[in-house]
């Protein structure tokens, strides 16, 4: 089963940057999708931001235009470059994607907090 490794996470003042990666184990693995999702203590998982397989790029509205997701193609790695960054971003990122059969892959999550 591919797993995801997810990697990059760490404190940051408030206004820095920071590159999350997430790789699968099997570097021939395709999936339709790959996201980033974004959790907090008592709420729910909420999408950060998506990319396709073809390249095509959603985010949140919370964090358009400081955030960038993009993908080396070669290793189907995915990474989340983070800027401008608030305090409200901290919490625990999840990379996910949806492969074949329509069958989730999570990663074991990756702590990020940005102190003020």
């Known amino acids: 089963q591919v797993q995801l490794v997810e990697s990059g996470g760490g404190l940051v003042q408030a206004g820095g940057s920071l590159r999350l990666s997430c790789a699968p184990s099997?570097?021939?693995?395709?999936?339709?999708?790959m996201d980033w999702s974004r959790q907090t203590p008592g709420k729910q998982r909420d999408l950060v931001a998506r990319i396709t397989g073809n390249g095509g790029t959603t985010y949140a509205d919370s964090v358009r235009g400081r955030f960038t997701i993009s993908r080396d193609g070669a290793k189907n790695t995915v990474y989340l470059q983070m800027s401008s960054l608030k305090p409200e971003a901290t919490g625990v990122y999840y990379c996910?994607?949806?492969?074949?059969?329509?069958?989730?892959?999570w990663g074991q999550g990756t702590q990020l907090t940005v102190s003020s």
């Open positions: 099997d570097s021939r693995f395709s999936p339709y999708y």
């Open positions: 996910h994607a949806l492969g074949l059969g329509a069958r989730n892959y």
